[in-house]
């Protein structure tokens, strides 16, 4: 399996800040992808981190409330902007390995409270 | 758009027992089927990765099936544990290529295995 580390675990914030994530993998690591898990709900996609240049947002995430860096093969990050209760959720990060079998590794995960 | 189904929502057995979790799909052009666990609060483990091409995979005390015509999984557990009390959550790749992190997933299974 792929090492995938995330940081912070969890948080809690205030209405209106924001939160960057950072997602640390190893060098296996070659696609790189964010997902969210709302409470009570399952896994949701939010973007896929592109190296060096803008993510590829899925339907309903946009680049403003969620901007996505990957400044590298083995680092990116995750900001969750301007905050609402609705923010409230886990936010995973994933991994695939260079190797042909599409299967996907997770981090552990950042839990958001947002007050 | 692909819809995936878990079945049962939550399953509540004796130490020992063999058990059945099922998964269902609507669209039967998968990529691939893969297998997860995740404990509380917690990120998600791989368990097993089914190709489409492939009827099962088996993993110690773990089998996953695979019948892409009736679009259907299931994970069978064998001689459950305590230890084995998670949510189990089925999840399908539509596509390759870029596509490799777009995982749609179920709602899970809550399994709980009591002494």
């Known amino acids: 399996s792929a090492v995938i580390s995330q940081k912070p675990s969890r948080d809690i914030c205030q209405r209106g800040t924001s939160l960057t994530i950072q997602c640390q993998v190893d060098s296996q690591v070659t696609m790189m992808f964010w997902y969210r898990q709302q409470p009570g709900q399952s896994l949701t996609l939010i973007a896929t981190a592109n190296q060096g240049s803008e993510a590829t947002y899925e339907s309903g995430f946009v680049i403003d409330k969620f901007p996505i860096s990957r400044p590298n093969l083995t680092f990116s990050t995750l900001t969750v902007s301007n905050m609402s209760p609705e923010d409230s959720s886990i936010y995973l990060c994933?991994?695939?390995?260079?190797?042909?079998?599409?299967?996907?590794?997770f981090g552990e995960g950042s839990r958001l409270t947002v007050l | 758009k692909q819809e995936v189904t878990q079945i049962p929502a939550a399953l509540s057995v004796p130490e020992g027992e063999n058990l059945v979790l099922n998964c269902s799909f609507t669209d039967s052009a998968i990529y691939n089927l893969q297998w997860f666990r995740q404990d509380p609060g917690k990120g998600l483990t791989s368990l097993l990765l089914i190709q489409s091409s492939q009827r099962e995979q088996t993993s110690g005390r773990l089998n996953a099936s695979l019948d892409k015509s009736s679009g259907r999984s299931t994970l069978y557990i064998a001689a459950s544990q305590p230890g084995d009390s998670a949510t189990y959550l089925c999840a399908l790749n539509n596509a390759g290529g870029t596509s490799y992190g777009k995982l749609t997933f179920g709602q899970g299974t809550i399994l709980t295995v009591h002494p």
């Open positions: 994933s991994g695939k390995k260079g190797a042909n079998t599409g299967e996907l590794f």
